[in-house]
């Protein structure tokens, strides 16, 4: 079974502050990609990473950055948290070849006050 | 208009009842195609995968159809358990771009 957890399911953070999100798969997925989900906007891509240290801009990177430094984990960094910041942020992984089936994790409720 | 469309619904049916979705996208390069439940306030997981041929799983039926570009999800039998959103999602050929439609919402009445 893919598993793919990620670091903390709610988070609390302030303005302005540094937040670093974490995802783990542990199925030897090339693919790893970062959502944000809002009501009625559905799920839209923040950053996906199809090799270690490879990093492409999806939909929305802008207030963002990514890492990847080992295959298995990608992090999302809020450089300086804002309040539409404020979503649930969901990881997933796939294997190749793309666009293969993606697997997620299960989402981090992140509030920004 | 939006790449994939789905009705977002509440579907309110009776337990035993057979429902079906739609869902049309429209980028003719689209090449994988999936549906994925998601509770409520929890992640989305694959459901199944839909294939040219159509596919069936225990309950669950996708059907794909290329000449009018949409994908369904017939639900038979339906349980209280199958009330969640339903996504679909399109991907393109080549890419690493999955798009996803923002869901069909599902309860299933006792």
């Known amino acids: 079974d893919v598993k793919v957890t990620q670091s903390s399911r709610y988070l609390v953070k302030r303005t302005g502050e540094k937040v670093f999100l974490e995802c783990v798969q542990d199925?030897?997925?090339?693919?790893m990609f970062w959502y944000r989900q809002d009501p009625g906007l559905g799920l839209r891509l923040i950053y996906f990473?199809?090799?270690?240290?490879?990093?492409e801009k999806g939909d929305i990177p802008e207030g963002y950055s990514v890492s990847r430094e080992k295959k298995e984990r990608f992090s999302l960094i809020l450089e300086s948290a804002s309040t539409n910041q404020t979503s649930m942020y969901l990881c997933?992984?796939?294997?190749?070849?793309?666009?293969?089936?993606?697997?997620f994790g299960p989402g981090t409720r992140l509030t920004v006050t | 208009r939006k790449e994939v469309e789905q009705d977002p619904g509440p579907f309110n049916v009776p337990e035993g009842a057979t429902v079906a979705f739609n869902c049309t996208y429209s980028n003719s390069a689209s090449q994988s195609f999936f549906w994925y439940r998601q509770d409520c306030r929890k992640e989305p997981k694959l459901l199944m995968s839909?294939?040219?041929s159509g596919n069936e799983d225990g309950r669950f039926t996708a059907q794909l159809n290329r000449a009018s570009q949409y994908i369904s999800l017939l639900i038979r039998d339906s349980k209280l358990s199958d009330s969640a959103t339903y996504l679909c999602v399109v991907a393109v050929s080549g890419t690493y771009k999955y798009i996803f439609g923002t869901g069909t919402r599902l309860k299933v009445l006792a």
């Open positions: 990473s199809y090799d270690v240290k490879m990093k």
């Open positions: 997933a992984s796939s294997g190749d070849p793309a666009p293969y089936e993606q697997y």
């Open positions: 199925m030897d997925h090339e693919n």
């Open positions: 839909v294939y040219s």
